[in-house]
């Protein structure tokens, strides 16, 4: 398809889109540390956002929006002071967090982003 690129296409999903200078990221989990508490876990799940962000030539501070899912509610403070360090200051952008079932027992978070290619 032309004007649409996916990076790391898997056979069931592709963990990045990119389509008119917009950035789609598939939901990021704790995969090299699953055992890690809330703030392991979202530190490792921020740090491939950047990673995938930077290979789709944007960063955090271009994030559209974001959807956060935590296994426990209860950890939102936690997950709050991670995320709180690591996004871009006065770049903040619309987000919703909510408890959910996740795939994996073990993973306390996952993240999904959309955001904008730098000088797209």
Known sequence: MSGLQRLHVGARLSEAAIAGGTVWLA???PELNPEADIEGQTGEVLGHIDRLLAECGSDKAHLVSVQIFLKDI??????NAVWDAWVAPGQSPPRATV??????PRWRVEVVVVARQIGA
């Open 99 to 104: 408890q959910a079932a996740l795939a994996d």
């Open 27 to 29: 939901g990021q989990v």
């Open 74 to 79: 209860a950890d939102i403070g936690r997950m």
